[in-house]
């Protein structure tokens, strides 16, 4: 899988080249670029920058460097997905994860300021496929982190990513629609917090019903819109 990012900051990503995404990057198993956008300006002050028409705060993406970015990263096919970073989006889910993880190439365009000229995303959809993700009902400053957030959650599903693929089957947000159960390792005493017996009783029938009992418990006190989806 090839992985592209456009941003004004690239060295958000630096974060990518650790733990097991750096692995997957120094073992082929993904490629990931990040481009300055204001390499693709051409005046002396590299603007990206410019105040909206009909007015309003703050400053938006000027479409033009956009432009040439795309012209330049996107693959002919017009099979790339690109991802723009948005509050105003789709909400980002373990499954859009999943459908993201079968794409050879994917783009994100990371937005600063108020966002980015909508004409960027018009011309994007003439050239690709588009998204508009948002990572959460929140406003973040840009759309690096969201960016990294859902590049890690992509890649953690590409096989070979993760070294042990069964430990992807039991998560939270998995098939089961529920959420993990609460873990315990070594020792099995801890300042005057045991480990519950069960975990210790070498019963695994009886350890897989408190786990699954653990993680409806779980899933009605913290996220009940979970069980009714
Ligand atoms: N004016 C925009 C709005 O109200 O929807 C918010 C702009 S925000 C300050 C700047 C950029 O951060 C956005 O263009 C987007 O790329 C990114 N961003 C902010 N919150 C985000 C979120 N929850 N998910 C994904 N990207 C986000």
């Known amino acids: 899988m090839r992985i592209d990012a456009i941003t004004i900051f690239p060295e ?116 690709g496929k588009v998204r508009l993700i948002s990572i959460g009902d929140y406003i973040l400053n840009g759309g690096e982190v969201a960016a990294i957030a859902m590049i890690e959650s992509i890649a953690r599903l590409i096989p070979g990513v993760i070294g042990n693929a069964e430990s992807l089957v039991e998560e939270s947000h998995t098939e089961s629609g529920l959420l993990e159960y609460p873990s315990y390792t070594k020792p099995a005493s801890w300042r005057g917090f045991d480990v519950p017996e069960v975990l210790t009783s070498g019963n695994h029938a009886a350890i897989a019903a408190w786990r699954h009992a653990q993680q409806v418990e779980r899933t009605k006190a913290v996220r009940p819109d979970l069980l009714s989806d």
């Not at 650790?18 to 198993?29: E, I, V």
């Not at 997905?81 to 990371?110: D, M, R, S």
């Open 12 to 127: 958000y990503f630096d974060a990518l080249n650790l733990s097991l995404l750096g692995k997957a990057r120094d073992n082929n198993l993904i490629q990931f670029e990040a481009h300055d956008l204001r390499t693709y300006t051409s005046d002396k002050h590299k603007t990206v920058d410019d105040s909206p028409y009909g007015g309003g705060a703050g400053m938006l993406m000027k479409p033009e460097p956009w432009g040439l970015a795309f012209d330049d990263l996107l693959a002919a096919d017009g099979e790339t997905v690109i991802v723009f970073t948005n509050p105003a989006g789709e909400v980002f889910k373990q499954a859009t994860a999943h459908e993201l993880a079968g794409v050879k190439h994917i783009v994100f365009a990371c937005g600063r300021y108020e966002g980015i000229d909508q004409r960027v995303v018009d011309y994007a959809a003439t050239k």
